[in-house]
């Protein structure tokens, strides 16, 4: 326990015997953290208000695999390349707090770890599961150490039909590394990845469609056959060697990805990221005191044919926009820890950065070209105090920057395709928290409150015909919130004493509360997109023969506003789910996961407007009915 700031550790454990086909899956039990399912695995990812009004992609977050940077190079992103199977853990640093990964986004960083052939449940795994909605998945994964070498390989091969009509979706994800020890203290190891996705798109649908016929596909998403073809190559390395004080990483990664997207058009894009990061981290002795010290560097950039084509039954019709887009980006950044006794730490820290985006429309005679570069200079200073292991007190402030990517600049007018004069986002965040651990009872909660300026706001011009949204700086917002996470041990010994077996109840808890200031058009409205209250709560039986039973509720009181005016507001609604499974001696585990057992007619997510008695809004994604799943896994 000796971060500083709002970190949560999220283990495979926790995940690994349930359903997991998208992120929601697996960060459902992190608080301060929004994910919503649209369909397939498109999510909506949201921290501390991240991207709030976005109804596409990811914005404000920085991912991460095994700490190197999986955003292109424009900072956009989306999450088609990440296995849930395939992962070990995960670590999601909110705000400020992902500077140690070089992040200075308002939202933090998210660190998916994939194991090693060291680090895996075992030398072999074969999972097989299915259920609701046509669903069928398989994973195998193998690992050996051979003499310095070791290696390992997972494959996960899935199929769904979809809860809607058109939703259908064929994924096979290819994950693995291999480990070379070249000499004493030196490891060089290598990361590939390659990721196939084949997701049909059903579409949003009109509120009134959403809760009557929430499996109906949106017309125009069928008859213009949308569709979302990813392929994504991934091939990255670390280079650890051990010093006398301290560890040099040096990350070095490409990404090449291709789309065939056909939506209100047929987005055809071909695009190549690139970076390397040199980083070192230690803990010496200054002035007497303890002092652990990250500094780093990161260049990353990339180019991407960006090809628009009229939509004919989902096939490429004839050319309507040709653009390259480059993004370049130069980063310094340092975080420090300085231990001014043992028990309170003082947080230091800083990034420096140059960021460069440049679009070339090659549809106009003669072409154009636009460019902006953005720099800025992000702050930090905390303050910890643990007086015992299990207890922690945190306070820091910090300073992020977010700087629009090319979906953002990139904007049709009267002078064609061009780049709009958007200012970067700046935002002053404080946040003041505790974690520990006292007897039965653990806890982790954060208060936090930012204060923004130009922030990106995102809005639908027509979603119901999925037109790209538009987007403008804000003059000044404010996001604050908590994120509680509670953890309690109620009962235990009930099948007698010694028995082992425990009842422990589970509590993650988000306010949010995110809105204009004093803004020209919508004074102090909220911003539309994510609802003030999300709670999840889970009552587990476990007990040591392996077998294991969780009901869980997660309820949302009240839905968010469906627009800035603050004109249309969703309903809440409640969600039952049952978790049961076994795990034998062996290696040999099975579950069960029911979802929504009420066969409840939710919004799971849809795209903010500005005013929803003006605009159209076919906008919605209706939330998925009643659905079992169940699955086997035997590990040798």
Known sequence: MSTVGA????????????????????????????????????VRLSIRGSGIARAFHLRGIEILQDGIPLNLADGSGDFYQIDPLSLRSVEVYRGGNGLIFGSSTLGGAVNFVTPTAYTAVGSNVVRLEGGS???????????????????LINATVSHQDGYRSHQNQDYVQLNGNVGIQVAPGIESRFYLGTALTRQKLPGSLTLLDAFLNPQRANPAAVSGNQKRDVRTERLANRTSVELDTGRLDVDSWVIH?????????VLAQDGVTYGVSPHWTGTFDLAGHRNDLTVGARYVGGTNSALQFGNVRGREGALTASARQRANNYQAFVDNRFWLTPELALMTGAKLFHDERDLENRFALPNRRAARAYDGFSPKFGLLYQPAPTLQVFADITQSRDVPDVSDLAQANLSGLTFVPLRQQKAWTAELGTRGRSGPVRWDVTYYRSTLRNELITFSTDAGLGIPAATFNADKTLHQGVELGLGIDLLRDLSGPGAGDAITLSQVYTWNDFRFVGDRVYGDNRIGGIPPHVLRTTLGYTHPNGFYLAPALDLVPEGAFVDHANTRRLPGFALIGLQTGMTFPGGLSVYLDARNLADLRYVSDFGPVSNARLVPTAIFFPGEGRSVFAGVRYVF
Do not use: C
């Open 257 to 265: 990805k291709r789309l065939s997207h056909p939506i209100f058009q």
């Open 133 to 151: 909605f046509g669903a069928l998945r398989t994973q195998v994964q193998a690992s050996r150490i051979e003499g310095p070498v070791d290696a």
């Open 7 to 42: 970190v949560s550790f999220i283990d495979a454990t926790s995940f690994e015997n349930r359903y997991t086909n998208s992120l929601p899956d697996v960060l459902k039990d992190t608080p301060g953290v929004f994910a919503q399912q649209r369909y397939g695995q498109e």
